[in-house]
Every structure is written in C-alpha cells, then in structure tokens.
C-alpha cells in the first residue's frame, strides 16, 4: 500500500461577522444561519435613528436530532441603532406583527432590537406534515432563539437582553433556564408558566 499523506493543518473556522455600519447590510446576510435578509422601512412604532431589517434564520425541526429531522425557515425583524448598542431580542410568541416596534426597555435603554417570529407561526411554518407538530415545543423555541443568540452575540458586543410576553414570555423563561450563558438578562412579561 502506498503513505498515505500526513494531513495538514486543520483550518481554523472564519471568524463571525464584525458589525460594520458601512455596510450593515452585508454583515447581516454573513451572520450564522441567515438565509436571507433585506432592509425595510421602520415605520411609526420605532422612535429615534434606527435602521431595519427583515431576516429570515434557517432552524432545524427539532434540534435534538440536528438536520436529520428537517429544517424550516424562521422570519425576523431587526431594528438597528448601532453596533456599540446593547440588544433586546424578543420571541414574539406568535406571528410578526405587519410593521416593526420598540419594546420597553428599547425605549429606555435605545438598544437594537431583534424580534423572532415563534416557530410554527405566520412566515415561519415549515412545510406541515402530521408528525411535525411534535417538533413544537418549548424546548425547541428556546433552542431556536440560542441559534440567533449565538450568531448575535460576536455580532453585537453590547449587553443581550430577552423579553417577551404571554407565550414569548414563557419562551424567554426557558431559554433562559435552558441556556442561562447566552444572555445578561431576561424581562419576561405576561408569563403563566
């Protein structure tokens, strides 16, 4: 048999996108699992210089099984006041409201604010088949919105805040008990956990 070749170095990973104001746009499309993403008008619910944005993220059925079980497409809605700026990401609960809105604690704080379409609502329904509806489960909200925070988290170096209310309000909960490293604090609203 003939040497097999001493394998090289391993490659190091590229490093995550930097936020970069002067294009925030295509720092956005390379932040890890976004799929897609395009600039939208913020609206009257958003107060102060804001920039926003439409993101769809690419999430796994079930996060347990990874890839195996399937992947679906999860909308977003992204306000942006700065790099430096500390963020709030909320899990909706249910679908995306039709235009984008500051939260309390935006309003007190100016942080970015990302808001996450809940799994199995509006936009971000995968393709239904009859054993699908197992994969909608709290532990598997939780693990879609630590997906975002970890692409978010080298993104934005300001302090990470969830929120929510009513079943976003649960999803914060649980996120937070089920990966209490991703974030510096969690404001959860409304939540009949």
């Known amino acids: ?14 490093p995550p996108p930097a936020c970069d104001e002067a294009d925030i746009l295509g720092s956005l499309a390379r932040l890890r699992g976004v799929q897609a993403v395009s600039e939208i008008s913020c609206g009257k619910y958003v107060r102060g210089e804001a920039r926003c944005f439409s993101l769809t993220f690419t999430q796994r059925l079930d996060h347990a099984q ?10 977003a809605r992204l306000i942006h006041r700065g790099c430096d700026r500390p ?5 909706n609960g249910y679908a995306l409201r039709s235009s984008a809105y500051d939260l309390e604690p935006s309003l007190a704080f100016q942080t970015n604010v990302l808001d996450l379409e809940h799994r199995f609502q509006g936009q971000s329904t995968p393709k239904l088949l ?12 939780a693990a879609d919105m630590h997906e975002v925070i970890v692409g978010l988290r080298d993104f934005y170096r300001g302090r990470l805040v969830s929120t929510g209310a009513s079943k976003g309000g649960i999803t914060a909960i649980y ?9 510096d604090g969690t404001i959860a609203y409304v939540a009949p956990a």
């Open 130 to 141: 009859a054993d699908n509806w197992r994969y909608l489960s709290i532990e598997n909200a």
């Open 87 to 91: 963020t709030t990401i909320m899990d």
């Open 1 to 14: 048999p003939s040497p097999q070749p001493a394998p090289g170095p391993t490659p190091e990973p590229a």
């Open 175 to 183: 996120h937070r008990f089920l990966h209490p490293s991703d974030l």
């Open 66 to 75: 990874g890839e195996k079980a399937g992947v679906f497409s999860q909308s």
